[in-house]
T-cell receptor, first 114, second 113 residues
Framework: AQSVTQLGSHVSVSEGALVLLRCNYS??????LFWYVQYPNQGLQLLLK??????LVKGINGFEAEFKKSETSFHLTKPSAHMSDAAEYFC????????????FGKGTRLSVIA | EPEVTQTPSHQVTQMGQEVILRCVPI?????FYWYRQILGQKVEFLVS????????KSEIFDDQFSVERPDGSNFTLKIRSTKLEDSAMYFC???????????FGSGTRLTVV
């Protein structure tokens, strides 16, 4: 079975500061990993995904994440936060071995302070 | 860019009524999913569908729920007798073969009163 743990249900950063959202996964087989963003009253938008190619993955809106197998982590970062980054962020895990449903973490709400 | 389309965006129904939530997945995708998100909580898997049958379902997906792909394009989720606790945002997703590339619709907010 797979699972995702997102450390910190709420993260607050100042505008222009580094954004770091933490995600650790558990998977018995090689994982595929995803970060989704949800703006208020909207759906889930894919930010980036790791699918066993490069371990440093770049996504939309200046976000990137690094897959670290030894740490079972897939933390999301952005060098400089913008007010528009305020949203809920979900880490999710799946596998390439078959029709495995995406399993989501509980989410981290990012607040950006002016 | 191809999209997953969900209708309606918001539905209000009385407890005990049947509701059908509709989704049009991306045309060349073969795997289809329903997820739900109760307000303020995590996104939870309900059911996956492949080759015209359910491939996996969670414990949430009990006998009150059913899915169907009636015409080769739509993918529906039916709740036979809604309960207050069914109030949630329901997301449809589709996936291309290969284990990645999940695309989610914008959701249907179901409110049971």
């Amino acid at each position: 079975a797979q699972s995702v743990t997102q450390l910190g249900s709420h993260v607050s950063v100042s505008e222009g500061a580094l954004v770091l959202l933490r995600c650790n996964y558990s998977s018995s087989v090689p994982p595929y990993l995803f970060w989704y963003v949800q703006y208020p009253n909207q759906g889930l938008q894919l930010l980036l995904k790791y699918t066993s190619a490069a371990t440093l993955v770049k996504g939309i809106n200046g976000f990137e994440a690094e897959f670290k197998k030894s740490e079972t982590s897939f933390h999301l970062t952005k060098p400089s936060a913008h007010m528009s980054d305020a949203a809920e962020y979900f880490c999710a895990v799946s596998t390439a071995s078959g029709n495995t449903p995406l399993v989501f973490g509980k989410g981290t709400r990012l607040s950006v302070i002016a | 860019e191809p999209e997953v389309t969900q209708t309606p965006s918001h539905q209000v129904t009385q407890m005990g009524q049947e509701v059908i939530l509709r989704c049009v997945p991306i045309s060349n995708h073969l795997y289809f999913y329903w997820y739900r998100q109760i307000l303020g909580q995590k996104v939870e898997f309900l059911v996956s569908f492949y080759n015209n049958e359910i491939s996996e379902k969670s414990e949430i997906f009990d006998d009150q729920f059913s899915v169907e792909r009636p015409d080769g394009s739509n993918f529906t989720l039916k709740i036979r007798s809604t309960k207050l606790e069914d109030s949630a945002m329901y997301f449809c997703a589709s996936r291309e073969t290969g284990g990645y590339g999940y695309t989610f619709g914008s959701g249907t907010r179901l409110t049971v009163v």
